[in-house]
Nanobody, 126 residues
């Protein structure tokens, strides 16, 4: 069982930056996937970025490529999402996810592939 706790959300003006953190505990190894998703009410959960191990493999959605950066401190079992040049359309609840291998598959952005989720942190861009 893996527990995930997100932090770092908040309100920011368009063009600003935020850094989200996801602290993992429980049965998680450095050789595993962690990722970030977001969801607006009434919409499907969208995969944004994933990272395998300490950065051996990363994926980004086109909507955030070049603006968001995922990283991971394997020693601390913490993943980060640096979000720059935020826009109002980035407003959503942001979730951290973990799985042993999901991010290594072609459908890395499919939420159903991840078996551990955090409670989410709200990001609002105005």
């Amino acid at each position: 069982q893996v527990q995930l706790v997100e932090s770092g959300g908040g309100s920011v003006q368009a063009g600003g930056s935020l850094r989200l953190s996801c602290a993992a505990s429980g049965y998680i190894t450095s050789g595993s996937c962690m990722g970030w998703f977001r969801q607006d009410p009434g919409k499907e959960r969208e995969g944004l970025a994933t990272i395998y191990a300490g950065g051996v493999a990363t994926h980004y959605a086109d909507s955030v490529k070049g603006r968001f950066t995922i990283s991971r401190d394997s020693a601390e079992n913490t993943a980060y999402l640096q979000m720059d040049r935020l826009q109002p359309e980035d407003t959503a609840m942001y979730y951290c996810a973990a799985d042993r291998l999901a991010c290594l598959r072609d459908n890395w952005a499919e939420p159903r592939g991840y078996n551990s989720w955090g409670q989410g942190t709200q990001v609002t861009v105005s």
